[in-house]
């Protein structure tokens, strides 16, 4: 019954990421003031600097997201290792593309300077640790890479709780800017206690995920 449950959940969880991985295509196909880009101004919407960042943090986030679940399969981690190698490092480049544009994006976030240093914070924790992922892994730390990789992939994850708390903290505050200062922060630090504590689990029982 565990093992079911344990399926049941990993793709779940997979079909989470498929989902809001895939979201960006949305806003190719209708008109650009749909979502988040409701709250920009005309002036930073024609701003091309700024359009290569967002554009740049979407694309190669979502791809981050479409792909990285695939990484917590122990059966592909196993016996199709080139795969594994393959998605990682293809995670890896658009992680670190995505999270310096975030970085830049976030210095105009809507909400003020509390929205901009939640997701300032987000940005270099996922580049942090990303980054620290690739180096211990250069080294064949196994076990190091993939408790950086469980941090690395639950502020990757912050897309898909960003878009499950930000409807329902608009609801509750009946505004979209007091919603949006709190889900700057909401959408990832309970992801990063969530996974220091699955982390510290796997170091207690010295086990790989």
């Not at 344990?6 to 079909?15: A, E, I, M, S």
């Not at 409701?38 to 967002?54: A, D």
């Not at 917590?72 to 016996?79: I, P």
């Not at 982390?199 to 995920?209: H, W």
């Amino acid at each position: 019954m565990t093992s079911i449950l344990k399926k049941v959940g990993y793709y779940f969880f997979g079909l989470l990421c498929i989902a809001v991985g895939l979201y960006p295509i949305v806003y190719f196909v209708i008109d650009r003031h749909f979502g988040l880009l409701g709250s920009k101004s005309t002036e930073l919407l024609s701003n091309i600097i700024w359009n290569v960042g967002f554009y740049g943090h979407i694309i190669f986030g979502g791809l981050a997201l479409l792909i990285g679940w695939l990484q917590f399969n122990k059966t592909l981690r196993l016996n199709k290792l080139r795969l594994h190698k393959l998605i990682g490092k293809i995670y890896m480049v658009s992680a670190l593309i995505s999270g310096t544009c975030g970085f830049y994006i976030a210095f105009y976030a809507t909400g003020g300077i509390i929205s901009k240093i939640g997701f300032m914070a987000l940005a270099v924790i996922w580049l942090y640790t990303t980054f620290k992922g690739y180096q211990v892994i250069k080294r064949g730390e196994v076990s190091k890479h993939q408790y950086f990789m469980i941090f690395s992939y639950a502020a990757c994850f912050s897309a898909v709780t960003l878009r499950i708390w930000l409807p329902v903290l608009s609801a509750i505050f009946g505004a979209f800017v007091p919603a949006y200062r709190i889900v700057a922060w909401l959408c990832w630090v309970p992801n990063i206690c969530v996974a220091y504590f699955i982390v510290k689990n796997l170091k207690k029982k010295n086990l790989s995920f």
